[in-house]
């Protein structure tokens, strides 16, 4: 994002394993990005993202990502797909926290995520900071 600095410090109250990274003001329409992370030895446990579409890339660690359909082990640089309405567990079998982005299309799930506090526009050429 282009003018824009993030605080991705969970905010004031806030607990979870994700943090919403798209500002409210920023230019994302039909997108949420979201931060997860899993602790070493932690899981996620199954869950569903209601209406929302996910793809899931690897920035540290590793996290297994199971579905009924199967699992796939995420590693940094690589990524996962899944449906709308489909159940998602993740499992840290690692001895290091994992961290992973995830990318949703908009439903009422990526709504109640709690955001990063932003500054700027988000546009290119427009600095706000």
Do not use: W, Y
Not at 47 to 52: D, K, Q, Y
Not at 101 to 128: K, M, N, W
């Amino acid at each position: 994002m282009f003018g824009m600095t993030l605080d991705t410090t969970r905010p004031t109250g806030e607990s979870g394993h994700a943090l919403r990274l798209d500002p409210e003001s920023g230019p994302f329409k039909e997108l949420a990005a979201v931060r997860i992370t899993v602790p070493a030895g932690g899981v996620i446990p199954a869950h569903s993202h209601g209406a929302s579409e996910l793809l899931l890339t690897g920035v540290s660690g590793t996290v297994e990502a199971a579905c009924a359909c199967g699992a796939k082990t995420v590693v940094p640089g690589s990524f996962a797909m899944l449906p709308a309405g489909k159940e998602i567990s993740l499992t840290n079998h690692g001895a290091e926290e994992a961290t992973l982005l995830a990318v949703f299309s908009q439903s009422e799930f990526t709504e109640s995520l709690p955001r990063a506090a932003s500054r700027g526009c988000g546009c290119q050429g427009h600095h706000d900071a």
